[in-house]
């Protein structure tokens, strides 16, 4: 997903697509497809808004990286929940897997998610990572390795947890079925967050949890201190393989 405008990085993002800001030679994006490459997916769609030309530009049919991506434009910035059903008509499968397009994660965690999947038989799981305070994020809750609630940007310093959503899951089809019946959120868009609550507390959805250490996350790129640290020192590159 790689639609948003990325107002946190100004001035970088008034020219460029926040997925497309280079480091170290390759956009953003390119190091998230490789990760999911990495994984064994090759058919991918990126849902694109926001100077979508250069994501197209680059990326094309995807047949440079031997994948197929596809893509639906998102055209007014109406949340997380929205993009994902824009996916809908072009995703057969009962399940598939979904990831922001503004994180760095290891690649081996991509794999661990998707092998998760295919060997303990999960309809939908999610990645979280230990952190002080998920108030940037999603607030994610736990038990028994299961997320059983989710907090979309808490209050800072009152979450109550200390793991937070990564914006990679699994999910089953059935979420297109939630999204398209709640409610808008108080910042007048679709929320993927709250079809996950709505998921777990109305319908009994058994989410697993992914968990990763702090290290591992490089955190959220919408942060331009993040962006600059990332810059700056490439010792993480090694990280990702």
């Not at 609550?197 to 993040?226: A, C, P, S």
Request: positive net charge; hydrophobic residues 40%.
């Amino acid at each position: 997903m790689c639609a948003g405008k990325g107002s946190r990085l100004k001035p970088l993002t008034d020219t460029s697509q926040k997925s497309m800001i280079l480091l170290f030679g390759k956009p953003l994006l390119e190091y998230i497809i490789n990760g999911l490459i990495f994984a064994g997916f090759k058919n991918i769609i990126l849902v694109v808004g926001y100077l979508k030309e250069q994501v197209k530009d680059y990326f094309k049919d995807g047949s440079k990286w031997g994948i197929k991506i596809d893509y639906v434009t998102q055209k007014k910035a109406n949340g997380t929940g929205a993009a994902v059903l824009l996916c809908e008509d072009l995703i057969t499968s009962d399940h598939f897997f979904l990831t922001w397009g503004d994180i760095l994660v290891p690649y081996n965690m991509y794999k661990r998610i998707y092998d998760t999947f295919l060997n303990d038989n999960q309809d939908f799981i999610l990645l979280a990572n230990y952190t002080d305070d998920p108030y940037k994020g999603g607030a994610v809750f736990s038990k028994d390795g299961y997320c059983v609630d989710i907090i979309e940007k808490p209050i800072q310093g009152k979450s109550g947890s200390n793991l937070n959503n990564c914006g990679v899951f699994i999910f089953h089809r059935e979420i297109f079925e939630v999204l398209k019946n709640i409610k808008i959120s108080n910042r007048n868009e679709i929320e993927l967050t709250d079809a996950i609550k709505l998921g777990i507390l109305g319908r009994n959805w058994k989410i697993k949890l992914i968990k990763m250490n702090k290290e591992q996350f490089r955190g959220d790129f919408g942060d331009i201190d993040v962006y600059e640290q990332l810059r700056k020192d490439s010792t993480w590159l090694k990280d990702l393989f």
